[in-house]
């Protein structure tokens, strides 16, 4: 359902869209401003998985586009990972005339409760450089890369970047900044406590004490549970050939002591690895409540 809005805040007229502000001339188009059936049929698909944005657009906002891609990851995390980069780094990208909203979503785009936000005024740059969307910022000069942004939505982001001024403004944030699920304030890096409500995140010496003590208890405790299935199963079948490996050793049967050495290193390559990526996603400010509804 599609609604229009006489909304005239700062002179501004926004349409709505399942309650989300937007532009429909942009959002329901083309590159070339030509409205096609088909990419206004993905585009309020996408924008109905992302209602629960109401609360964090402001009163001047509105959305342009929505699309798909994946989290920025190291060559490191991706060759730990494999081919469950797929699973474990899908995002929705929410392009408003304001900033850039980045999601982490589950395998299947629905929300988890965390969301950054890319303001246009602190960046150098963002361009699409073949499927990856670059954004450069300002102060830092850092830059960061995502993934694989959905094909259909390539040329329409590069046109609407040409649109954008992105000059940086003083006092902006120039870095990708997490918002509070539960009061849509910005979030202090590193402090796992929301300044402004109280809510709480769950924290780094937390799933680094899960990773040690626990089979595949990094990722149960970042929420990660099909990844913490299967770590699990391999952590318990390591601990059982270690197990077996010292029973074998008493019993002086050959080949023990290099069954132990080889299970004993796995067991720590897989914990560091463990450790290395959910700490990774401890950075995206996981709740530590699952129900959680703004307050706005």
Not at 60 to 85: C, H, M, N, R
Request: with cysteine; aromatic share 12%; glycine share 6%.
């Amino acid at each position: 359902m599609i609604l229009q809005s006489s909304d005239q805040t700062n002179g501004i007229s926004r349409q709505v869209m399942f309650g989300v502000p937007v532009d429909r001339e942009v959002l329901l188009t083309n590159h070339k401003n030509v409205h096609k059936k088909r990419i206004a049929k993905r585009q309020r698909k996408l924008v109905e998985k992302i209602t629960f944005i109401k609360p964090f657009i402001k009163e001047d906002e509105k959305v342009l586009l929505v699309t798909k891609g994946y989290s920025p990851a190291s060559t490191f995390e991706k060759y730990i990972i494999g081919w469950f980069f797929i699973y474990l780094k899908r995002s929705l990208f929410v392009f408003t005339n304001q900033r850039i909203f980045h999601i982490p979503t589950t395998p299947i785009y629905s929300y988890r409760n965390t969301i950054a936000q890319i303001l246009y005024s602190g960046c150098k740059s963002i361009a699409m450089k073949g499927r990856s969307l670059v954004v450069e910022y300002a102060k830092h000069a850092g830059k960061e890369k995502f993934f694989w942004i959905a094909g259909k939505e390539k040329k329409k982001i590069r046109e609407l970047l040409k649109t954008i001024t992105q000059v940086a403004k003083e006092g902006e944030a120039s870095e990708r900044t997490h918002l509070c699920p539960g009061c849509t304030n910005a979030l202090s890096k590193d402090k796992y406590i929301c300044e402004s409500c109280g809510l709480k995140f769950k924290t780094k010496t937390a799933t680094l004490i899960f990773s040690i003590i626990f089979p595949g208890g990094g990722y149960f405790y970042t929420r990660r549970y099909f990844l913490g299935i299967i770590v699990a199963l391999v952590e318990i079948i390591l601990l059982a050939f270690i197990g077996q490996s010292l029973v074998n050793i008493q019993n002086d049967v050959g080949g023990s002591i290099y069954l132990l050495l080889i299970s004993v290193l796995v067991l720590l390559v897989e914990k560091t690895a463990m450790i290395v990526h959910t700490t990774d996603f401890i950075k995206e400010f996981i709740p530590k409540r699952r129900t959680i509804g703004p307050k706005r």
